[in-house]
């Protein structure tokens, strides 16, 4: 029987995948960061604190939709999309001073199968993260179980070279079963993350922020803060990649 060391096992570790860059590592350079969601709206009220810190430190962040919030695909033509949506998303990440980029799937009939597979990977490929994040897959949204699913594969199929991590969004009706492994304090980002959210007027904003809002409140409690956004770290996550 032969007894393997730690040193060597973490050896085997680094070896097998490469650490991502965190923060503290990447001081003076900048990270890329994509955040990926079912539909415009979906990162903002994830992540919008915390992409706000983000870029504040001078950072690059891709919001990644997976539709343009376009209703009645196939019929339609998918790449032309919603154009209140769009304009919506727009002014969302000029907010956040982030990029829209949208993966042209239909609104609520989002495709698993092998091409989309590697279509979502060859597109999170071309953006090369350092920190990758999306939905909860036990979620009540098909198209937020979808995205979570092609953006787990993607991560997997390009080696988990970098940070990846799960967020939660309207708690109860879509996000269920969700217990944060980390926390980020957005007390200071939340009036932009509220303004992004806002930006959304087509999708009832005061609705879904009073719900969103007590569960940034409730992680707060959690972790010591006003409020605060929770992830869900993967266990073999290089790195941390957390503002
Ligand atoms: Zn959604």
């Known amino acids: 029987m032969s007894f ?12 097998a995948v490469p650490a991502a860059r965190t923060l503290a590592q990447s ?19 994830g992540c919008g604190g915390t992409i706000a810190r983000y870029t504040d430190l001078g950072h690059e962040v891709v919001l990644l939709y997976l539709n343009r919030g376009e209703k009645g695909c196939p019929e339609k033509d998918p790449s032309a999309g919603s154009a209140v949506r ?44 350092d920190v990758l994040f999306t939905h909860w897959p036990i979620d ?31 708690n109860g009706e879509d996000t269920l079963m969700f217990s944060p492994t980390d926390y980020v304090d957005i007390s200071a980002t939340e009036p932009r993350k509220r303004a992004a959210c806002y930006a959304h007027a087509s999708q009832t904003p005061d609705k879904f922020y009073a719900l969103q809002s007590q569960v940034t409140r409730y ?18 996550s290089p790195g941390h990649g957390l503002p």
Do not use: M
Request: aromatic share 10%.
């Open 27 to 45: 001081s003076g350079s900048k990270l890329k960061i994509v955040v990926t969601g079912g539909h415009p709206g979906d990162p903002e009220y």
């Open 86 to 129: 769009v304009a919506e998303a727009s002014k969302a990440c000029e907010i956040l001073k982030a990029r829209p980029v949208f993966a042209g799937q239909c609104d609520g009939n989002a495709i698993v199968d092998l091409a989309h597979y590697d279509e979502f990977r060859r597109l999170l490929e071309a953006e090369k993260p």
């Open 219 to 236: 992680r707060g409690l959690e972790s010591g803060y006003a409020q605060a956004e929770g992830f869900i770290r993967h266990a073999q």
């Open 140 to 170: 009540g949204h098909p198209d937020h179980r979808a995205i979570s699913t092609l953006a787990y594969d993607a991560w997997l199929r390009l080696g988990k070279r970098f940070s990846f991590y799960y967020y939660e969004v309207s």
């Open 4 to 15: 393997i060391s730690r040193r060597k096992l973490l050896a085997g570790v680094s070896a």
